[in-house]
């Protein structure tokens, strides 16, 4: 069973929002992400889970590029 999502996903969730929210266009790898979107705030395996939840939501894409795993707000078909 998986684990309940915690409070600290939530925000690692919502800062992820908001970051696209204002940079729209932005793509990066999770350790961009950690590192430019989110500042340091949250561990890698927090991002990761935050990631992985808003590409289930249909929020995010994840796209491969060589080795490579880039993420960004979903574009509209």
Do not use: C
Not at 56 to 76: K, N, P, T, V, Y
């Amino acid at each position: 069973m998986a684990q309940p999502f915690s409070d600290v996903e939530h925000a690692a969730v919502n800062a992820i929002r908001n970051y696209l929210h204002r940079y729209p266009n932005s793509a990066d790898t999770l350790e961009g992400v950690v590192q430019w979107w989110l500042a340091d705030d949250f561990p890698k395996e927090i991002t990761a889970a935050a990631l992985e939840h808003l590409l289930a939501s249909g929020e995010l894409e994840r796209l491969s590029i060589g080795q490579q795993q880039l993420w960004r707000r979903a574009r509209s078909a």
